[in-house]
């Protein structure tokens, strides 16, 4: 029985075997895939968590004549009569930690201003939200539009870089091509970010000439005030040889 199926939820399919039938531990123990001695600390109220009992009888997983079986037999291996339906991921937004969902609406306002080509329904599976907020969040009517900054989903942890760059990679598949005799136009991240670095650059170098430039009329006001000062040093000196 090695490969038999066990119940869905063991521990409390366990407890309440312990509480609500003659079983052994070890038959137990066997058709829940515990250790004895887990069995045996629930039973002896030892484990450290109290677990609600889950009555396999409801879930088809265990019948009455099937206990009553292992209860005349302590010998008997009580057979798994339906096994749990498997659980699989349905289609729908990606789970998001809770403690990364305040994170979200910058992520998305990132999305919404780098790639506008990417549709609500790709951003909607990319970071896991819905297009009610992706909505609110363009048309800046979010109830905390105010502190929402736009933010890499990447740095944030929402989504991997891979994941993003096949969104985007997908999405630039949809644009419509170019008409003839017109270049193609840069992707909009690429463009954005571009300027932006070249205007930052621009401020750098401005801010560095003004700089310079009020060093050097610093220096040479400076410089004029000295030899003014020398100047008349020297007229006072010579006057006053002439005077006596």
Same mark, same amino acid.
């Given at each position: 029985?090695? $490969?038999?199926?066990?119940? +869905?939820?063991?521990?409390?399919?366990?407890?309440?075997? #312990?509480? !609500?039938? *003659?079983?052994?531990? =070890?038959?137990?123990? =066997?058709?829940?895939?515990?250790?004895?001695? =887990?069995?045996?600390?629930?039973?002896?109220?030892?484990?450290?968590?109290?677990?609600? *009992?889950?009555?396999?009888?409801?879930? *088809?997983?265990?019948?009455?004549?099937?206990?009553?079986?292992?209860? /005349?037999?302590?010998?008997?291996?009580?057979?798994?009569?339906?096994?749990?339906?498997? #659980?699989?991921?349905?289609?729908?937004?990606?789970?998001?930690? #809770?403690?990364?969902?305040?994170?979200?609406? $910058?992520?998305?306002?990132?999305?919404?201003?780098?790639?506008?080509?990417?549709?609500?329904?790709?951003?909607?599976?990319?970071?896991?939200?819905?297009?009610?907020?992706?909505?609110?969040?363009?048309?800046?009517?979010?109830? !905390?539009?105010? !502190?929402?900054?736009?933010?890499?989903?990447?740095?944030?942890? +929402?989504?991997?870089?891979?994941?993003?760059?096949?969104?985007?990679?997908?999405?630039?598949?949809?644009?419509?091509?170019?008409?003839?005799?017109?270049?193609?136009?840069?992707?909009?991240? #690429?463009?954005?970010?571009?300027?932006?670095?070249? =205007?930052?650059?621009?401020?750098?170098?401005? !801010?560095?000439?003004?700089?310079?430039?009020? /060093?050097?009329?610093?220096?040479?006001?400076?410089?004029?005030?000295?030899?003014?000062?020398?100047?008349?040093? *020297?007229?006072? /000196?010579?006057?006053?040889?002439?005077?006596?």
């Amino acid at each position: 029985m090695a $490969d038999q199926p066990t119940p +869905l939820m063991p521990h409390a399919t366990a407890t309440w075997l #312990v509480d !609500n039938t *003659g079983l052994s531990f =070890e038959q137990i123990a =066997e058709f829940c895939g515990l250790h004895i001695l =887990e069995v045996q600390a629930m039973a002896d109220d030892l484990a450290g968590s109290k677990y609600t *009992g889950r009555d396999p009888l409801h879930s *088809g997983e265990l019948t009455q004549e099937e206990i009553a079986r292992g209860e /005349a037999d302590s010998e008997y291996t009580l057979k798994m009569q339906r096994a749990p339906v498997a #659980v699989s991921r349905t289609k729908g937004p990606r789970y998001t930690p #809770v403690s990364k969902r305040q994170d979200k609406p $910058d992520g998305i306002a990132w999305l919404l201003r780098n790639h506008p080509e990417i549709s609500d329904a790709q951003i909607s599976k990319l970071i896991g939200t819905t297009r009610n907020t992706i909505t609110a969040i363009r048309e800046r009517s979010h109830w !905390n539009i105010q !502190n929402i900054q736009p933010k890499d989903p990447v740095t944030l942890g +929402l989504c991997s870089q891979r994941e993003l760059d096949a969104v985007v990679a997908k999405a630039a598949k949809n644009l419509p091509a170019p008409e003839e005799g017109e270049a193609p136009a840069a992707p909009t991240g #690429v463009s954005d970010r571009e300027k932006l670095i070249e =205007e930052l650059r621009a401020e750098r170098e401005a !801010n560095e000439k003004a700089a310079a430039e009020a /060093a050097q009329e610093a220096e040479a006001e400076a410089w004029l005030t000295a030899k003014r000062a020398a100047e008349e040093a *020297g007229e006072e /000196a010579g006057e006053t040889p002439g005077e006596a």
